[in-house]
């Protein structure tokens, strides 16, 4: 996890000047050496390496930093009332040195939670995180954990979800040798492992109720019993659990033991989902961008209005995580531009041309105005007529010069070669209309 301190415990005055020091270090080295071995010139590109990708933090981590503190756009009505209350309760947390990964703006559901995260994390009391999935609840625990005073700990996650029943206690509190089929040595349990730390149990809605019935025991009496073992292990583990469920009406319903949860949720806090927190999209467009780039070893890919329109409007039913994989697809997929061509094919805009358009909004059986199928599609209609009707008027201005055309909108010219084709626009046309009118004044 990249957390971000936004102090700068390391300022980057002295990150730099540390860098040049290494810089120099190598210079010298290759300087005044009679002669490198293979050896020392594999341990200098090593060197250089390890350079490169300092620099590389640094500089995305001011980039990232240079892209929070933009201010978003906001009405002119609200500019004296909600926001800047919001903008001050994010402020609070920075200039109290609450750690956190940074990535998000004036939502107050989620400045709430993290102000909740800032109380919780110094003590050891339990916290149980819930939220759609792909919100960040793994993430929000590791903030707590960096927060707290087992920061320097271990840091355990746990899948409930994904260990299978048969072997959830042995995954848990670990098994003696021969306690079972395959126990071929002694083995210690994802508790023992984060002894003094902090266990992170996801999907515990997922744990069947055997498993509830032990980690209830766990949580009351400090103590695990290896499977195959009669000895009582003392555990010093603070518990972060973490749900996309509602424990409490699966609690009513039998599914869940209510004193587990009402043992897990001591601290209780809820992330908003993505769509409910709109304003921190083009953050995380710039932090996974950056983050896309390092990891494909190429620069952060832009992206068309059109497609920033379509991503900043999508619903994102999986959340910051389907936001990550999307950028990251369109910056393994694209080239220096990427485009709605290069999003998944099931959630991307279908092409609408005018005829479309006015078929959609058509009249209806009465003679009155149709309603569209959907509003999204309405959207879609409307994108797709403004942008058809944009490149028209580009293409009279221009002459019918597609090559002027795209130096003037910064575009790259086989893209709008392709918008063209995808309208069905001939640039010729254009050209044709522009000499007639230049003979017709000339008359």
């Known amino acids: 996890m990249k957390l971000?301190?936004?102090?700068?415990?390391?300022?980057?005055?002295?990150?730099?000047?540390?860098?040049?020091?290494?810089?120099?270090?190598?210079?010298?080295?290759?300087?005044?050496?009679?002669?490198?071995?293979?050896?020392d010139i594999e341990k200098l590109l090593g060197q250089a390496n390890t350079l490169r990708d300092e620099v590389m933090q640094l500089s995305r981590k001011e980039r990232f930093v240079a892209a929070a503190e933009v201010e978003p756009p906001m009405p002119a009505d609200a500019a004296a009332a909600a926001v800047p209350t919001a903008r001050m309760r994010r402020q609070a947390l920075i200039d109290r040195s609450f750690v956190f990964e940074g990535t998000f703006g004036d939502n107050p559901k989620l400045l709430a939670a993290l102000e909740i995260a800032e109380k919780a994390a110094p003590t050891d009391l339990p916290v149980l995180i819930d939220g759609e999935s792909g919100t960040g609840k793994?993430?929000?625990?590791?903030?707590?954990?960096?927060?707290?005073?087992?920061?320097?700990?271990?840091?355990?996650?746990?899948?409930?979800g994904a260990i299978p029943e048969n072997l959830l206690e042995s995954e848990l509190f670990g098994h003696k040798r021969g306690a079972f089929t395959g126990a071929s040595s002694d083995r210690k349990g994802k508790f023992e492992s984060a002894h003094l730390g902090t266990i992170f149990l996801d999907e515990i809605g997922e744990l069947p109720l055997i498993g509830q019935v032990k980690l209830l025991r766990v949580l009351e009496a400090h103590e695990i019993q290896r499977v195959g073992s009669d000895e009582r292990i003392a555990v010093d583990t603070r518990i972060v659990a973490?749900?996309?469920?509602?424990?409490?009406?699966?609690?009513?319903?039998?599914?869940?033991?209510?004193?587990?949860?009402?043992?897990?949720?001591?601290?209780?806090?809820?992330?908003?989902?993505?769509?409910?927190?709109r304003d921190e999209i083009p953050l995380l467009f710039s932090y996974f961008g950056d983050e896309a780039a390092e990891a494909l070893k190429r620069r952060p890919i832009k992206m068309t209005p059109k497609l920033r329109e379509f991503l900043l409007n999508y619903?994102?039913?999986?959340?910051i995580r389907e936001l990550r994989n999307l950028i990251y697809r369109l910056s393994c997929l694209a080239g220096d531009v990427a485009d709605i061509?290069?999003?998944?094919?099931?959630?991307?805009?279908?092409?609408?041309?005018?005829?479309?358009?006015?078929?959609?909004?058509?009249?209806?059986?009465?003679?009155?105005?149709?309603?569209?199928?959907?509003?999204?599609?309405?959207?879609?209609?409307?994108?797709?007529?403004?942008?058809?009707?944009?490149?028209?008027?580009g293409l009279q201005e221009t002459g019918g010069t597609v090559a002027e055309l795209a130096r003037r909108c910064e575009m790259n010219r086989s893209h709008l070669q392709m918008l063209l084709k995808k309208h069905g626009i001939r640039s010729k046309d254009f050209r044709h209309r522009d000499d007639a009118g230049r003979a017709k004044d000339g008359k």
């Open 4 to 39: 971000f301190d936004p102090l700068g415990t390391g300022s980057s005055t002295v990150s730099y000047a540390g860098l040049i020091e290494k810089i120099e270090i190598l210079r010298s080295t290759l300087r005044w050496a009679p002669k490198l071995e293979r050896a």
């Open 138 to 160: 793994e993430l929000m625990a590791k903030v707590i954990h960096a927060n707290g005073s087992r920061a320097d700990k271990p840091f355990v996650s746990v899948n409930c």
């Open 242 to 277: 973490a749900t996309n469920r509602n424990l409490r009406r699966m609690s009513e319903e039998g599914q869940f033991r209510e004193d587990l949860f009402y043992r897990l949720g001591v601290i209780h806090l809820t992330l908003p989902a993505l769509r409910e927190r």
């Open 315 to 319: 619903a994102y039913p999986g959340n």
């Open 341 to 393: 061509e290069h999003l998944p094919e099931d959630i991307r805009p279908q092409p609408a041309t005018a005829g479309r358009f006015g078929a959609e909004l058509g009249n209806g059986v009465d003679g009155t105005a149709a309603m569209p199928i959907s509003l999204a599609e309405a959207k879609r209609a409307a994108s797709d007529e403004a942008e058809r009707t944009f490149l028209e008027r």
